[in-house]
């Protein structure tokens, strides 16, 4: 604090937040350097960065965090107000393919906003379920969901290709029946198994 024998004026740090607010005293025609937001003065705000001082309280930038400013006034006991200026913190978030390929692989979204339209991609012989919030399970995520932190979202798939299936006895049953049927069909297609006992059997199942 200036001593009290100079001409000095008074300096309001508004938090621009809450109701937080530090005074300080400083003599006429000094330099001053102006706190620091989180080290000297201990502030944060979730989700937000701090960008500097306005000298309103929806103002732009005039003073950025530390400056070391002169003249801020030009009459002694005058009082000068700043206001904090507080933006948006940017979150990174990652989309991982999880097997397939994706153009987009990251983007940037302002903190609390939604994520927006979300890439489309691709792997062979697969469909694609969503973006969830685990390899496997989770959550799956929307265009409209929030995004409060960087992180990182995972393809799901389904495999959607084509697979052989063949009728054959169980082993040890070859003397019991034969079957028929099968062949090669895309995912959860239907398939006709037929399964014919010998006398004196009874087909249990496949």
């Known amino acids: ?40 003065l201990g502030w944060s705000r979730e989700g937000y960065t701090f960008k500097g001082w306005s000298t309103s309280v929806r103002g732009d930038v ?6 070391v ?15 904090a200026v507080w933006d ?10 999880n097997g397939g390929e994706v153009n987009e692989r990251d983007r940037i979204v302002k903190f609390g906003k939604s994520i927006g339209s979300l890439p489309t991609p691709f792997r062979s012989k697969h469909k694609f379920l969503g973006w969830y919030t685990a390899v496997d399970g989770g959550t799956k995520i929307s265009p409209s969901t929030k ?5 990182t979202y995972f393809a799901q798939w389904i ?33 006709a198994l037929k399964a014919t006992a010998n006398k004196g059997y009874v087909f249990s199942c496949w």
């Open 69 to 83: 400013v002169s003249n801020m006034v030009s009459n002694a006991g005058s009082t000068v107000n700043l206001y």
């Open 1 to 40: 604090e200036a001593p009290t024998d100079e001409p000095t004026y008074k300096i309001n740090l508004y938090k621009n937040a809450d109701s937080s607010r530090v005074q300080l005293k400083h003599i006429c025609g000094s330099p001053v350097e102006l706190p620091l937001s989180k080290s000297d």
């Open 159 to 191: 495999y959607d290709g084509s697979i052989t299936i063949f009728a054959i006895p169980a082993e040890g049953c070859e003397a019991m029946g034969k079957v028929t049927g099968g062949k090669k069909v895309k995912t959860g297609a239907k398939v």
């Open 62 to 67: 005039v003073y950025t965090d530390g400056a």
């Open 147 to 151: 995004i409060k932190s960087d992180v």
């Open 88 to 97: 948006l913190a940017d979150m990174k978030v990652n989309f991982d393919a």
